[in-house]
């Protein structure tokens, strides 16, 4: 079992109302407050992060720890609050700040301080360990996102009603308001894919709740949990956790600030097991092969039983040619100023639009992928494993030489979220070697190991008795198919001298 996690952000109205756009920036501008209060506090006790607490471990041996996260909560809580046993702490939080402040706030801002404060206390152990070289590790000013844990977050229900794309629905989160702590509804833009997760995600928050009462109710009080109790309370589906505000520059925004709420997600999933051990279980199990190359972005082929049930291809012209144009553009820009000047605004706003591009595009094939994957109820996705970048062997502009570089990073950017989507589903993500997959016949190579000829985009069966032709990245998608069977053939070497070269395409 691994927990996995993923957010969703979501962005909060551009017309939300001045005075809560206030409050907003209020509550962070406390919150940070509170934050810097408790890293002073933590640095004037800098010897509790190095005391070390004696325990027993399970096996009865006797070792020692650091403190908790928990333990150094209550250690500031206690010394900074006043109780009706402490009526006056040593280090009070409200003398400068408004009281009531939510507990979890607090809470929050405790956790964020310890953290900061162990992180900078680490670096600066290490510092002056190797002799103080370079600068002396700064703590620095908090400058954090505000966040809500569940109890100062109220989601509204949701239904899941399919006609609605997009939602306009509010959130409401406690913030410092009119003087003081209060719920206050934030206007949301709720997109389709954001309504489903979260509604499920009540859902699932409800049954884990009644599940965990009924446990309750049939268990002696300390009665500790079986591991198929634990299993059941484990998140099966994406369940929210609590949430941040985040505040951006934007110039499309009024007053240049745009809030957006961060919501993170967890779930628990069975880890996948390794490739060797699921083809031995079932040799025919479903499995995605995926060719990513440049002109069609990817090529995917669903099997099931060794056979191909299903492909889907992306297209990558337009978005090449989009690039294409854009680095045109800089290289143009660049030959008029002359020389290479940095951080000329023009060319950063152009790169900046590549790169967004580049990055979207990125994500969305790799998305569309475990889809596929999902859709036909795969849990392998067999990639070719990324060689390292050749330039292309044919004559190229200044831009289509960097346009063709791009264009094969983004397979490498394609890639990475491809594993970290899969894992997060439960499929496996492997790579095979991607030597002669585009240039082998995926038919008939068993009995006729030559190599067949590629032009352009096209490939074709050299053997005599076999009328073949196919699209080379289709091809390399079957033979992918072949290479996870372990059933591909390379060309055989004797044969190799009497064939003709085939024509080297680019990948
Ligand atoms: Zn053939």
């Known amino acids: ?53 004696a325990y027993t471990k399970k096996n009865g041996e006797q070792a020692e720890r650091n403190w908790t996260n928990q333990e150094l909560l209550t250690f500031a809580e206690v010394h900074t609050l006043s109780t009706k046993a402490h009526p006056h702490p040593i280090w009070p939080l409200y003398t400068s700040l408004p009281e009531g402040m939510p507990t979890d706030l607090r809470r929050a801002a405790i956790n964020h301080a310890n953290g900061k404060v162990k992180g900078w206390y680490t670096l600066l152990q290490q510092w002056e360990e190797g002799g103080k070289k370079g600068g002396q590790p700064q703590l620095g000013e908090p400058n954090e996102p505000v966040t809500f844990y569940a109890s100062m977050v109220d989601y509204p229900e949701l239904d899941l009603s399919p006609q609605v794309k997009t939602q306009h629905t509010f959130i409401a989160v406690k913030l410092w308001y009119e003087g003081q702590w209060q719920m206050v509804p934030l206007p949301i833009v709720l997109p389709k ?43 099966q589906v994406w369940v929210a956790l609590s949430l941040s505000i985040y505040v951006k520059r934007d110039k499309q925004y009024p007053n240049h600030t745009r809030f957006a709420l961060h919501v993170p997600f967890e779930k628990y999933i069975e880890t996948p097991k390794k490739a060797k051990d699921q083809l031995q279980l079932d040799s025919g199990l479903p499995v995605v092969t995926v060719d990513l190359g440049v002109n069609r972005l990817a090529v995917m082929g669903a099997f099931v039983n060794h056979e191909l ?50 990055d979207n595009a990125a994500r969305q094939v790799a998305r569309q992928i475990v889809n596929f994957a999902i859709e036909h109820d795969a849990h392998v996705i067999v990639l070719e494993y990324l060689r390292g ?5 044919e004559k190229m502009s200044r831009s289509g030489r960097k346009n063709h570089k791009r264009a094969y990073w983004l397979r490498g950017q394609i890639m990475e979220w491809v594993r970290d989507l899969a894992f997060r589903e439960g499929i496996l993500t492997v790579e095979r070697n991607p030597a002669y997959t585009s240039q082998m016949c995926p038919h008939c190579q068993a009995e006729y190991r030559h190599v067949g000829v590629r032009i352009k985009h096209t490939f074709t069966c050299s053997n005599p008795n076999h009328h073949y032709g196919a699209d080379a990245d289709f091809v390399g998608m079957m033979n992918l198919y072949r290479k996870w069977q372990r059933t591909f053939s390379y060309p055989s070497k004797k044969s190799k001298k009497d064939e003709p070269k085939p024509t080297q395409a680019i990948a």
Not at 5 to 16: A, D, F, N, P, S
Not at 43 to 52: G, N, P
Not at 206 to 234: D, F, G, H, M, Y
Not at 314 to 335: D, Q, S
């Open 193 to 235: 894919y954001a309504q489903n997760t979260l509604a499920a995600s009540q859902e699932e928050s409800r049954r884990i709740k009644s599940e965990t009462e009924s446990i309750k109710a049939r268990k002696a009080p300390k009665e500790k949990l079986t591991s198929e109790e634990r299993a059941v309370l484990r998140p």
């Open 389 to 393: 970048y050749r330039a292309p062997k």
């Open 1 to 53: 079992m691994a927990m996995v996690t993923k957010t969703i952000k979501l962005g909060v109205h551009r017309e939300i109302h001045e005075i809560k756009r206030q409050a907003i920036l209020h509550t962070q501008t406390l919150y940070n407050r509170v934050i810097a209060f408790y890293m002073d506090f933590f640095v004037a006790h800098l010897s509790v992060l190095d005391e070390k607490v």
């Open 309 to 358: 049930i299903a492909t889907k291809f992306i297209h990558g012209g337009e978005l090449n040619h989009k690039r294409h144009l854009l680095l045109n553009v800089i290289n143009k820009k660049r030959a008029q100023s002359g020389r290479l000047q940095s951080g000329v605004q023009d060319n950063q706003a152009l790169w900046a639009k590549v790169r967004n591009m580049d």
